[in-house]
């Protein structure tokens, strides 16, 4: 009897060991279909959402796009395994719209506890984080007394979780703990076209140079225009929010302002920034592309002429052009840094095409895939030029080159920077 009843008790324990185990084994099981069957769902949202252009250009854009790092979405949702693993051990978790996750503890540490401030916009601060992988990120920290803060937070996660493109700041993760609202962007380490234009201890930018910048920007805005899908419009375009990478290529950044044309067609307050705003858009409160193409216009003027928007600058054209009638004799208005040195075509084709953008009537404006067709002529030419010369001076030879002198050398330099820029170009061409 005794016998019996111990054994009956051995068998229930091993069979409640054995339950306890199954059940431990299915929820296992089940945790991990659950969290594979999210990322498929995740990367076949993506897939669907992020918008591929006519001539695969953000496609490939998306996916070989230099600056998607390590922790990158795009480049670990390939395989769903691994980055489950991988987003285990590093504790951040995918969110909706495919954007990592990333816990205030790691950004807090990141951030030296918040004192590798760069700069403060009207959303608050922004600080450099170097992130465990080696990665820099900028972390932009809503302010919490931000009365639009969360609004913002939730559309700019959910916007720039689908946008990817090589000419805008693309968002990389975000943080939602402790009540803080906060972005993690990509790093762009030359800071921001306005500081280059206007700052004392930075080297003026070479006419060059505000060509391929205006390029980038307008390709950016292209993108988001005709690419995305629904398309966005910025709605604060202007010199602060273009951010310059280590080779001073531009990108597009801030879209606290940005909204899906869908949604909000009728804004009630003014928003954007004043010297930049389309005066059609002050008037009706309705903004469109053709007011993005209006910001775009005034940037190209403050390239041109090196003068800020809100001291003044459109009077300034509005002056000039009185006697140009728009088309020719834009060199009165050239920024004085430049020192004579850019060539005057070039200069009268951008400011024409600049006026253009500015006209009072918006359906008068290009869009911004004409502006981009006329910028990337614009370069083509000059690039087909530079090779006309170079090959006449090869076949000429008669020229002795001392390869150690300093200025022989700052020449190659600049040279292989230029070349390296023009192939960029030729890989964009339209
Ligand atoms: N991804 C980034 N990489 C490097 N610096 C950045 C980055 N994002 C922002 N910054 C810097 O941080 C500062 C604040 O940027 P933020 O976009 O918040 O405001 P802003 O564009 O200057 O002003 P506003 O908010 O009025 O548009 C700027 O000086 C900018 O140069």
């Not at 991990?32 to 769902?41: E, F, L, P, V």
């Not at 762009?188 to 201890?201: D, P, Q, R, V």
């Not at 307050?269 to 193409?293: A, C, H």
């Not at 003068?307 to 002056?319: A, D, K, S, T």
Request: charged share 25%; glycine share 8%.
């Amino acid at each position: 009897m005794k016998g019996e009843s111990s054994g009956l008790i051995i068998g229930i324990s091993i069979g409640v060991v054995i339950g306890v185990l199954l059940a431990i084994f299915s929820l296992f099981c089940f945790r991990y279909h659950r969290k594979r069957s999210q990322i498929g769902n995740s990367s076949s949202r993506r897939a669907a959402t992020i918008p591929i252009r006519t001539n695969g250009a953000d496609s490939c854009t998306m996916l070989s796009d230099s600056t998607i790092g390590p922790e990158s979405p795009v480049k670990s949702g390939r395989n769903g395994m691994s980055f489950w693993l991988e987003g285990f051990r590093r504790s951040n978790v995918v969110s909706a719209s495919g954007i990592l996750e990333y816990s205030y503890k790691d950004l807090q540490k990141a951030t030296h506890n918040f004192t590798t401030l760069i700069g403060q916009g009207a959303f608050g601060p922004v600080y450099r984080a170097q992130m465990s992988t080696g990665e820099t990120v900028a972390v932009k920290v809503l302010a919490t007394d931000s009365k639009q803060g969360e609004k913002e937070f939730q559309t700019e996660v959910m916007l720039l979780g689908r946008l990817h493109h090589r000419n805008l700041v693309n968002l990389i993760g975000y943080c939602a703990e402790k009540g803080q609202h906060m972005l993690l962007y990509v790093y762009m380490n030359k800071g921001s076209l306005a500081s280059h234009l206007y700052s004392e201890k930075d080297e003026p930018l070479s006419w060059d140079l505000r060509v391929h910048i205006v390029l980038d920007v307008a390709r950016g805005l292209e993108y988001l225009h005709d690419g995305a899908v629904p398309p966005v419009i910025h709605r604060d375009i202007k010199s602060s929010n273009i951010l310059l990478d280590q080779s001073m290529r531009a990108r597009v950044a801030d879209f606290g302002l940005s909204r899906e044309e869908m949604v909000d067609t009728h804004a009630v307050n003014i928003r954007g920034t004043f010297g930049y705003l389309d005066p059609e858009y002050i008037s009706t409160k309705t903004f469109t592309k053709k007011s993005d193409v209006y910001s775009f216009g005034v940037l190209l003027f403050e390239l041109i002429a090196g003068r800020n928007p809100q001291q003044g600058l459109m009077e300034y054209v509005e002056l000039a052009a009185m006697n140009t009638e728009g088309k020719v004799g834009w060199e009165e208005i050239v920024d004085s840094r430049l020192e004579g040195k850019f060539d005057v075509q070039e200069l009268n084709e951008v400011a024409t095409l600049a006026y253009k953008c500015i006209n009072r009537a918006p359906r008068k404006r290009p869009s911004m895939r004409d502006i981009v067709q006329v910028l990337s002529r614009i370069v083509k030419l000059r690039h087909n030029r530079k090779h006309h010369k170079n090959s006449l001076s090869a076949t000429a030879g008669e020229v002795s080159i001392d390869l150690d002198h300093p200025e022989t050398r700052s020449q190659i330099s600049e040279h292989r920077r230029e070349e390296s820029m023009d192939s960029t170009v030729d890989t964009y061409e339209v």
